[in-house]
């Protein structure tokens, strides 16, 4: 039910193949020093790096370098990054890179004026920022997270081997976004369909949530089907720019809170996840893939008549003559199929997790009350057995 | 095609039963001197006029009234409003009501300080605003034209018997709207359905434009097929809030800009019904409802591909063995049968058209030229003709 709530999302969007040529302008609206954030050096190969670069000089900032952004960013990298932007006294924070590069950008926004740990604070205690926040804006390379337009930061310990997020209110969300397609065409296609199915994730996540009938449940349906359709697309022919900016547009609209309103939201596949991630260092669009079937099939029982209509409305499953579970099912067979033909792992063992260090994943998983069943951790022990 | 764009939308959606406490945070962000916009008065009938001045009252503000916004606010009125919003100095417009209530306190809030008559700058030219800005927030009583978060205006001018609408940008939007579903329980049965259908226009005038399988039809269809499921419910029940919740928030997403992305938007339903508002004052809903099926009977030729998908996502109509142009009549059979069943307008005659003024709305009618065809006069005459 469409119940009490706040919608307000100030990122402003700019998209296609031109947007870059709209950086300049929003990066005017900034002070002179900017901490410039990417990742593992692609960018330089692209020659993203130097077009912003450019852009940057043309401004007139003076900037201050964050590489090597690692796939999931560590608390280690924070606290540096954090002593760079405070000693540096930045006045805004470049991002450039795909969610993990952004997720780290709006972690060390807040943590560079932050009086505690920033790890204890925002990941442990999931306290609210009550210091200065670094504004950030960003250049997206690879699609997936949704971190463009939200507040979520996903942070790993590895001394701790936990991988926790925060989700951030909107004075933390990029205060802009540069989206284009094309830069995501140069992405190897492992990380790009890891992408796709974090966004089918994220919009799941949602989707199986709450007993109501509610206008975001059709409106995931429609984005659903329309990653479903140009996935397909995209995986035959990355270059495909309809397909791969359909995607991108879905991958922005499925989490910055839209499709959220009136759900209670369940959030434990990426719990799953996250915590194989802590474990394994998998790429994180691989380890929700890796469950999700497990999962599905083992929640469908408490909730059957969600899972027919999502076999019925996403996969076109026919539900004459069958019981809801029975249609259920089958629309589960059906995400396996487009999973296979996609190219995601099926199975975790495929993302590294072994017999022996399940009941520590187990152990690791954050249990959400947001679901239609809430787990224990034996439970997830069993689930995480028989996604093996 | 998802090409070149902007999404910049900060409108700050305040909804659910509670939202009116929302109401003085909000106005304290602005300065002393308010503006209150109103219309017919029955927002004193149901104590939300009290409520609303009790906040003001609170929050320490100096209230100037202008009520009396009629439903399709003329030019005459926008002079008056323009004038009381400029000999007062205020620093705020807070409306209260429908669309036509919002439209017309965008449209104060631009001409108070407008050096030309506002009139012909925005609505004959089309020009873009150069003056001083009033801010503008709102609390909606009546869903349907989506004003509440986006820029757009409709006009009439009575003399010149034209109804024009402008799209301002997003430094006009409402800074905030207050939707609280129930303050809509009370509107008369037959201005509810017209709201519903006007919602349900919106969508299909940037629906049924552009060649491209984009993720704003899918997005569309999920909005629409929600827009059915509980605007029968409504009808039944007009006080069940799950169903009255959900057009609320689809009547802003419909159009709030999201949906037109990739989309060039036909718009020409939309002037054919306030061609002939502009005549007869009818209610905006009944007119558009009014030359909906003629108009798109006439358009199905040109895309039956779209219109036999329209049938088959959103009405369900089962394709095998029909042509693509015999699917999409059963579609629009099926929309009329549902049109019937909310009990909107199905005939030009109802909303005051006779044969005699149908060559003068056919002329007053703007032509555009994103849809399926770009039509002429005499066309549209066609068409009038055919609705009768």
Redesign the interface.
């Known amino acids: ?19 870059l040529e ?1 950086l300049g302008e929003e990066l005017n609206k900034y002070g002179k020093r900017v901490m410039l954030i990417y990742g593992g050096g692609s960018i330089k190969k692209t020659g993203l790096y130097d077009k912003v670069i450019k852009t940057l000089a043309a401004c007139g900032k003076t900037v201050v370098e964050d590489a090597g952004v690692m796939p999931n960013p560590t608390s280690v990298k924070l606290d540096e990054g954090a002593k760079i932007a405070r000693e540096n006294s930045v006045d805004f924070i470049l991002a450039v890179g795909g969610g993990s590069v952004i997720d780290y950008a709006k972690a060390v926004s807040v943590s560079a004026y932050c009086e505690y740990d920033p790890w204890e604070k925002y990941f442990i205690r999931f306290e609210d920022v009550s210091c200065k926040i670094i504004p950030v804006g960003c250049v997206l390379t690879m699609v997936g997270t949704g971190s463009e337009m939200n507040g979520g930061s996903v942070i790993t310990n590895h001394e701790q081997k936990l991988k926790i997020g925060h989700v951030f209110g909107e004075n933390v969300f990029p205060k802009f976004a540069i989206l284009n ?1 094309e830069l995501t065409f140069t992405l190897p296609k492992k990380q790009m369909v890891a992408g796709f199915f974090d966004i089918m994730s994220h919009i799941l996540e949602q989707y199986f949530s709450g007993s ?4 975001s ?7 659903l ?2 990653l479903i ?2 996935a397909k697309i995209a995986v035959r022919n990355p270059l495909d ?2 397909a791969r ?2 995607i ?3 991958a922005t ?1 499925a989490l910055n809170t ?1 499709v959220a ?1 009136g759900k209670s939201t369940d959030w434990m596949v990426h719990m799953i996840g996250q915590a194989i991630g802590a474990y394994t260092d998998a790429t994180h669009g691989m380890t929700l893939s890796a469950v999700s079937l497990a999962y599905y099939r083992y929640i469908l029982p408490c909730a059957p008549e969600k899972f027919a209509r999502y076999a019925v409305n996403v996969w076109g499953v026919n539900p004459q003559g069958k019981s809801l579970e029975e249609v259920g099912e089958e629309g589960l067979r059906e995400m396996g199929r487009f999973m296979e033909e996609i190219g995601v792992a099926m199975h975790s063992s495929e993302v590294g997790v072994t017999e022996d260090i399940i009941p520590g994943i187990a152990k690791a998983t954050l249990i959400m009350d947001g679901g239609y069943k809430i787990l224990t951790t034996e439970e997830v022990e069993e689930i995480l057995r028989a996604s093996l």
Request: charged share 20%.
């Open positions: 039910m469409l119940g009490n709530f706040v919608y307000c999302n100030p990122t402003k969007l700019i998209f296609g193949p031109d947007a709209g397609p109501d009938d509610n206008t449940d059709y409106i995931m349906e429609g984005l089907r329309s359709h140009s720019y309809e900016s359909n991108m547009w879905i609209w839209l309103k």
